[in-house]
């Protein structure tokens, strides 16, 4: 089985346990005061993490859960960025807008450091599965961008005032990106929050949103997802312009024609 789709099958598989675990008992524990994690999130992340060392052994994991518990910096050639559920205070509260992401990165360098924010490579294949929308979107490197086996591109739309945009919050950080927000909201025909920035980056690869960007995020949120956006057309990077950098915590990703207009705005903040 190829790379890719071992990595569908994987997110479709953790989607099944997610709803199966949901069709039972959702178990809601706090990480911190507004940061939620629940028996599926670690259940799903089993699975992944399990599978992954059974078939590519040499491989390492980066899983939201297992860091927060282990606090491990991958270092290895081949590196799993996982979120085995992005969008757990919508799952929690019964929302559909929540997705399983997984990324396989080939590290170039690998530089240790305690914030483990020196890992440089390239996503070499990324999966968002959304489990109640029945979506799989995916991409692998230079090999375009797809939703349910159908290829996906950005949208056409070329100026603010048509532009549905998104954005999100960060947990425990409520002050964050209210300016942002602001600054942003009368510019724009509409801006949403969904709650799960792999879906938000998807979203963008296949045309439902034009301008998407955050503050605060991890690798695992945005890894799968910025492939995705990218090989459907779009551009990703932070929210100054510059090149992505999965642990720089900021993401701006449009369908191209807006990225110049919104990096101007936020530059005057
Ligand atoms: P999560 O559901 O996996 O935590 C919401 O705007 C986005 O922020 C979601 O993708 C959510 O992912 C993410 N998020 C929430 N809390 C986070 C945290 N403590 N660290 C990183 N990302 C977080
Ligand atoms: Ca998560």
């Keep these: 089985m190829n790379l890719l789709q071992f990595t569908i099958d994987l997110a479709e598989k953790a989607g099944k346990i997610i709803l199966e675990t949901e069709k039972k008992h959702i178990k809601i524990t706090k990480k911190a005061k507004y940061d939620l994690v629940t028996n599926a999130d670690k259940a799903s992340e089993k699975f992944i993490m399990e599978q ?28 799993w960025i996982i979120d085995p559920l992005d969008g757990t205070t919508n799952f929690a509260h019964g929302l559909p807008i929540f997705s399983i992401s997984i990324a396989l990165v080939h590290t170039k360098k690998i530089k240790s450091s305690k914030n483990f ?14 489990p109640k929308m029945h979506e799989t979107f995916y991409a692998a490197k230079n090999k375009g ?36 927000f602001t600054k942003m909201l009368p510019k724009c025909q509409a801006l949403r929050r969904l709650g799960s920035a792999a879906l938000d ?58 990225h110049k207009e919104v990096v101007k705005i936020f530059s005057k903040l």
Excluded at 57 to 79: C, G, M, R, T, W
């Design 145 to 180: 961008a797809y939703l349910n086996g159908k290829r996906i591109r950005t949208s056409a739309v070329k100026n603010l005032e048509n532009a549905l945009m998104v954005t999100g919050f960060p947990v425990g950080h409520k002050n964050v990106n209210v300016e942002h």
């Design 201 to 258: 980056l998807c979203y963008i690869a296949c045309g439902r949103f034009d301008s998407y960007w955050e503050f605060r995020l991890k690798a695992w949120d945005i890894a799968a997802g910025s492939l995705i956006a990218e090989e459907a057309g779009g551009i990703v990077t932070d929210t100054n312009g510059k090149t992505l950098d999965l642990f720089g915590q900021d993401i701006l990703a449009t369908n191209g024609f807006l």
């Design 117 to 130: 924010e020196y890992m440089h490579g390239e996503i070499i294949v990324g999966v968002v599965h959304a």
């Design 52 to 79: 992954i060392k059974k078939h590519y052994p040499n491989h390492e994991i980066l899983s939201e859960e297992d860091f927060f518990k282990n606090k491990q910096i991958p270092n290895a050639e081949y590196v």
